[in-house]
Every structure is written in C-alpha cells, then in structure tokens.
C-alpha cells in the first residue's frame, strides 16, 4: 500500500505541478497582454498629452504673436505720435526764435537809427562849436599879430613849405 499511496502522492504532485504550470503560464500571459494594453494606453495618452501640448503651443505662440504686433503697432502709433509732438514744438520754437529776431533786429536797426541820428547831431554841434572857435581863434590870432587879411587860404599858403613826419 505504501507503493500504492507513493504512486498516488507522486500523480497528485504531478498533477499540482501541472495545474500550478498552468496557472502560472496563464498568470503569465495575462499578465502580458495586461502589461502590452497598458503600455498602448501609455503611448495613445502620451500621444493625445504631446498633442493637446502643440496645439497649446500653437495657440500660446499666436497669442503671443498677435500681442507682439499690437505692442509693435502700439510703439509706431506713440512714436509718430512723439515725432509730430517734437516737429510741432520745434516749429513753434522756430517760429518763436524767428520773430525775436525780427523783433531784435527790429530794435537794434531802431537804436542804431537813433544812436546814428544823436551822432549826426552831435557831430554837427562839434563842427559848429569847432569852426565857431576856429574863426575865433583866427581872429584872436589876426588880432595879436595884426594881421587883418590873415584866412585860411592865407595860413595854407604859408604853411606850404612845411613837411610832417
């Protein structure tokens, strides 16, 4: 009998090693359907991530795109305007410097009028007063030396040989 139940513990081995086999061979297999499964849902969620990244890129450069041409357009408009501010000013500047100096000049041809007109003046005064004492000197002159007749064609003549240095 010991043969008998030896026989019989040898075929329940047998055959639990046999089930076990299966159990795991199938354990295996599904386990590496499941692993493949989950590796193509890693890949198609990867792939709907890279995806859904590009077109947010896409639409992130677009935004970025049409607000760098807003602040491109925005920076011409403020210089234009800027520009036209400092043409306009300068303008006025000009317009302003150029009526000073007519006004100036204006005014320095009117003192020069006046200071030309108190010289003329002045210079007939002078030449007055200077001929007035020229005839009183040549009279004061005629007088101590008793020359009556003496003028000026009188003193050129008799100063006729005389050289200057």
């Known amino acids: 009998m010991m043969g008998f139940l030896e026989a019989v513990d040898e075929t329940l081995n047998q055959h639990l090693k046999d089930v076990a086999k299966d159990v795991v061979d199938t354990s295996v297999n ?36 049409n607000n760098a041409d807003k602040r491109t357009q925005a920076f011409n408009e403020s210089a234009d305007k800027h520009t036209q501010a400092f043409d306009k000013n300068a303008d006025k500047h000009k317009q302003d410097y150029n009526e000073l100096t007519a006004t100036r000049t204006q005014k320095f041809d009117e003192h020069a009028d006046k200071r030309t007109h108190e010289y003329d003046e002045l210079t007939v005064t002078r030449k007055k007063y200077f001929d007035e004492n020229a005839d009183k000197r040549l009279r004061d002159i005629n007088g101590r030396c008793g020359n009556t007749t003496f003028t000026e064609a009188v003193f050129k003549q008799s100063c006729a040989g005389i050289t200057y240095f």
């Open 30 to 65: 599904e386990l590496k359907e499941n692993t493949s499964v989950c590796i193509d849902k890693i890949k198609d969620y990867l792939d709907t991530c890279t995806q859904t990244l590009e077109k947010q890129a896409e639409l992130h450069k677009q935004d970025f795109d």
